[in-house]
């Protein structure tokens, strides 16, 4: 038996072969201010490739990057970036990998400038920021992505944030956080039926209940859906579940009121936690984001994704066409804006 054994042995690291990350930075200047990714990387011994591409100045290969990095079996992408940050969004609407925007600290606006261009995304196009300049917490972010349900990587994370760590076998499921007793309307329901069409189980912890994370990792959800109610307590709450759990933490900062917000609560959520946040009231994109970690794992939802993602792009060139088609026929665009949405 354990000749056979020994004979195998050599086939076995062809077997497997360790995830994949790329960190992709807008210039040379940003990696002084995020070196610290890389310490993190080197520290859980992690290999990743590192790439300078830029959406503004070298767009053709920062798009040709994103839209390889899944044949080339990445499992997520950090992009970082400063200033007028496009460099995460636009690599994210090119791949089903997930992607962590990591805001760089600029010299004039201390980096809300890189925040506030990255986070609003559009829906259906999500991507996960971190706070201005948490290098290390992206690291872990991503590491807690690509190496989900790896015992020894996911082991080291718990003792590096000091978590307890419980052996987790994730499943396509996900633990919904937040929703109990509020009426999150309709956008919040549509997030749950993009679950229920890609066949994903979702389960609706209460987050008052002190076992409820336990619960979590047993049950084998990838992903935390958050809901931060930022009017009543959903920043503290934040907080403390943020430093409580190793899976990743998908945030998505609620605002029930209409009225115009100040950004200066993003510094509050997106502390120093591997929170990976949404943009505001963007609940959708919040369940998109959860898929994109099952896909790592599961063709049939990168698949779906892939298709969700055509159909899409396949809405917006619809109603340019119909935009074009009423100019022609009408001499005037007015109809049509009148009727769009
Ligand atoms: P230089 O120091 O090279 O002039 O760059 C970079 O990330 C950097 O912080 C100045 C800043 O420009 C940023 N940059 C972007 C993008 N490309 C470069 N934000 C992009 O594609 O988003």
Redesign the pocket.
Known sequence: MLRYLLVLLPFCNHLYSAPKIEVR??????LPRIQEVFVMLDQLDIDYELRIL????TPHE?MAKAQSLAQEGFSVCIG????????PG?TASETPVPVIALP?K?SYLDGLD?LLSMIQMPPGIPTGVLGINQSKSAALAAAQIAYIGDHQVMQKISKLRNIPYKEHTPKPRVAIVGSKQKNLGVEFEKAMELFQSFNIETIEYDINDEEFLNQAIESGCSALYFICDIQNEGIVQCQHLSKSTFLPFVVIPYFESKASVSPMFFHQILSNEATLSMGINQFSNGALYCLQIIGNKNAIVRDKFNEYRRDLSNSVKQKNKKLQEEKAQNGTYLKSWASSK
């Not at 930075?25 to 940003?30: E, I, K, L, Y």
């Not at 970082?80 to 460099?87: E, I, P, V, Y």
């Open positions: 930075v807008g210039s040379d200047s940003d830029s959406a503004h100045r920062m970082s970036a400063g200033g007028s940050a496009h460099l636009m760089v600029t890189s």
